[in-house]
């Protein structure tokens, strides 16, 4: 079936850092979600990408969605501490009814 | 506050034993779907129903079942537990059945079976 990747598992960062996390599908997707789990909490939308070659920006944040529409990926510049948590994203494939998880990307900031 | 609300808010049984999780969606939201996520991983999608009817199965084991009322609300039932069964399940809610929408998802139930 649909899979959708996600690089890296996990991620440490100093306060200040930059962290990307990578979505790659092997099939083009129709949109694509990214939602933040902060520990303990459970998953809260961040954003969606529709368009082929989208770039979507918040604040320090910056989402893209590639050409193909096969891959996305979500930039942070210069790390808080408010940012820790995990980051998933989630495709719409074949089926318009389901969205295909990435298996998320834990951003840890290094005391 | 999402607006979805789950209980209970932990539940502690022991393996062979059966349980009920329970979750009502946003006011309005006619899409339900129930996620498995174990310890430190990711979410496995496990089933969606939207507007009483199922649409959508994943990774759903047959031990599980689940269905949505008329008033929306839905039940998760698990059956014949096993120590592998412990896990964090969230509901999630949208506005309709398709993958464009936004999902908001519940605070979720800490299952833990001993």
């Known amino acids: 079936g649909q899979q959708v990747m996600q690089i890296p598992q996990y991620q440490h960062v100093q306060e200040g850092e930059d962290f990307t996390t990578y979505c790659n599908s092997s099939?083009?997707?129709?949109?694509i979600q990214w939602y933040k789990q902060r520990p303990g909490g459970h998953p809260v939308f961040l954003i969606q990408?529709?368009?082929s070659g989208e770039v979507k920006k918040q604040k320090r944040l910056t989402f893209q969605f590639g050409e193909a529409k096969k891959n996305s990926s979500l930039h942070i510049t210069a790390t808080q501490t408010t940012d820790v948590g995990t980051y998933f994203c989630?495709?719409?494939?074949?089926?318009?009814?389901?969205?295909?998880w990435g298996a998320g990307t834990k951003l840890i900031i290094k005391p | 506050d999402s607006g979805v609300t789950q209980t209970p808010k932990h539940l502690i049984t022991a393996t062979g034993q059966r349980v009920t999780l329970r979750c009502s969606p946003r006011s309005g939201d006619l899409s339900v779907y129930w996620y498995q996520q174990s310890l430190d991983q990711g979410l496995q999608f496990l089933i969606q129903?939207?507007?009483?009817?199922?649409?959508a199965k994943g990774n759903i084991l047959e031990r599980f079942s689940a269905q949505q009322f008329p008033d929306l609300h839905s039940e998760l039932n698990l059956s014949s537990l096993e120590l592998g069964d412990s896990a964090l399940y969230f509901c999630a809610s949208s506005a309709s059945r398709g993958n464009y929408n936004e999902q908001f998802f519940g605070p979720g139930t800490r299952l833990t079976v001993l």
């Open positions: 129903y939207y507007n009483g009817e199922e649409r």
């Open positions: 099939t083009t997707l129709s949109n």
């Open positions: 990408l529709v368009k």
């Open positions: 989630a495709g719409g494939g074949d089926s318009n009814y389901q969205l295909i």
